[in-house]
């Protein structure tokens, strides 16, 4: 579950965004569909904000925290600029950045292949709100680069762990993720999909990433340990049917 309704505002917001970039070109009537539900989900995160502070007046406002994962197989290394200023330089493939400080507001992000600023390969506007982590993912094809806009959770009662999923590879099906004993964590995601967080007890455990809705396991995850009073996300990268495979990455916040 979110810890607040502007989490989950916050998470809608992006969904929507992403579903309407999806159908822009393809189906217009869908592509205004999800582009209103995405206004309507950025308008009730602000309401949901701006009431936080009116109930607690006395919290000083944090600048948003965001960080950037490069999360396609076959981009090249990428400088990344926000509002014209270059803030991150040469990163690779699987490569993720420490947490940036923002204050609320939107901002343009460019992307271009590192060393040069010729012409981006991806911009996109992506608006953050003060009190919020988030992870920004370049992802997809190169030549369908896309920007992901994910929100971190950083509330976790102590001695346990919170565990999520997200599916960044291009090529594959949509896959749930399972223990090896059949048991489902996480059903039918598809890409581009990220999942909601699921509080577990720390320790070990054999995961599998499985074709959804059967048994046949594309990604192994034998021997997964989860240590308390950590945040998880796995994020699947890599093509199913070609170079780079598929495999995980586990980020924490």
Avoid: W
Wanted: net charge neutral.
């Amino acid at each position: 579950m979110f810890q607040t309704e502007a989490d989950q505002y916050a998470f809608e917001a992006a969904m929507y965004e992403q579903l309407a970039c999806y159908y822009k070109y393809s189906n217009p009537q869908k592509y205004m569909e999800y582009y209103l539900k995405h206004y309507e989900a950025v308008q009730k995160l602000i309401k949901a904000y701006h009431a936080n502070r009116i109930a607690h007046p006395q919290g000083q406002a944090q600048p948003a925290k965001v960080r950037v994962l490069h999360a396609s197989p076959n981009a090249p290394a990428f400088d990344m600029y926000v509002n014209g200023q270059r803030v991150l330089q040469n990163l690779t493939y699987k490569q993720s950045s420490n947490y940036l400080s923002l204050p609320q507001g939107q901002y343009r992000i460019d992307i271009y292949t590192a060393g040069t600023q010729a012409s981006p390969i991806l911009s996109a506007i992506v608006p953050v709100m003060n009190n919020t982590a988030y992870m920004v993912a370049a992802t997809g094809d190169a030549s369908k680069l896309q920007l992901l806009s994910f929100v971190d959770s950083t509330y976790l009662p102590y001695g346990e762990a919170k565990i999520r999923f997200a599916h960044l590879s291009p090529d594959a099906p949509a896959v749930d993720v399972t223990m090896k004993d059949g048991e489902v964590l996480f059903p039918n995601v598809s890409f581009k999909q990220i999942t909601e967080y699921l509080q577990v007890s720390p320790g070990t455990a054999d995961l599998e990433v499985r074709t959804a809705g059967t048994k046949n396991a594309v990604l192994s995850l034998p021997n997964t340990k989860i240590q308390p009073n950590k945040v998880y996300t796995i994020y699947a990268v890599g093509y199913a049917n070609k170079e780079p495979k598929l495999e995980a990455l586990f980020l924490t916040n």
